[in-house]
């Protein structure tokens, strides 16, 4: 039986794991829980891909202090959310290699932030496998809201 399986069914339409089934793979809490929902996985395609959605609250804990006239999402925490993707994909495609491991970030490089990410803003987050190999996934991810991209990079992490 897949992972998959054992995960609390969605209760958001059109998501494949929600905040109940995150919240089982991921170690995170709020407020550094930065995936809402899952919307796609598909680990058989040439590269294995997850889809993930954040949606950006006004409420989000640090706007009250990062540039509180003119609010916007640190760098930062766009590159965490899409290490959070990233690290999701490890989970649901090597699950016998990450049972009972928590993931922990290496790397990044080639990071870009193309615009500024706002409250009322839906983050699409696509992480892309580029390797998996020893414990260490390495893939391509980028942030887009709507159909432009804010940001990209290409991360590491392994599953301790």
């Known amino acids: 039986m897949s ?3 054992t995960l609390p069914k969605p209760q958001a339409k059109n998501c494949l794991l ?5 919240l089982q793979l991921l170690p995170h ?3 550094f ?4 929902r899952v919307i796609s996985f598909e680990p058989d395609a040439e590269r294995a891909k997850i889809t993930c959605i954040k949606n950006v609250s006004f409420n989000e804990p640090y706007f009250s202090g990062h540039f509180p006239n003119d609010p916007v999402m640190p ?3 766009q590159v965490e959310a899409m290490a ?3 690290c999701i994909l490890a989970y649901l495609k090597f699950e016998e290699e990450s049972k009972g ?3 922990a970030f290496m790397g990044v490089d080639a990071c870009r932030f193309r615009r500024a ?6 983050l699409r987050i696509e992480a892309e496998l580029e390797e998996f190999r020893r414990g260490i996934i390495t893939f391509d991810a980028k942030i887009f809201v709507g159909e432009d991209r804010v940001a990209e990079a290409k991360l590491k992490a392994t599953m301790v």
Do not use: C, H, M, S
Not at 18 to 22: E, F, L, Q, R, V
Not at 33 to 36: C, G, W
């Open 3 to 5: 992972i998959l399986e």
């Open 84 to 86: 959070q993707a990233g």
């Open 18 to 22: 929600d905040y109940a089934a995150i």
């Open 101 to 103: 491991k928590r993931p």
């Open 117 to 122: 990410v706002r409250p009322g803003d839906t």
């Open 29 to 31: 809490r709020y407020p």
């Open 33 to 36: 829980l930065l995936i809402d």
């Open 75 to 77: 760098g930062v925490l």
